[in-house]
């Protein structure tokens, strides 16, 4: 029975105690700046009148 890592193509490799780890990768057109849109959404959401004056 393969692993849902296995099922989606992904392969493994071990880590220097023996555990098979799952080869994770992010692709870079994914990474985005997360902290600042989460900031600007803060504030235009509950300080309108402040982020309209960072905008001018």
């Known amino acids: 029975m393969k692993s849902i890592c296995e099922q989606f193509g992904g392969t493994y490799h071990e880590d220097e105690h023996g555990y098979l780890l799952p080869d994770l990768a992010i692709l ?7 902290r600042g849109q989460r900031r600007k959404s803060f504030l235009k959401e509950h300080s309108p009148i402040f982020y309209n004056e960072l905008l001018l």
């Open 28 to 34: 870079e057109e994914e990474m985005v700046p997360i």
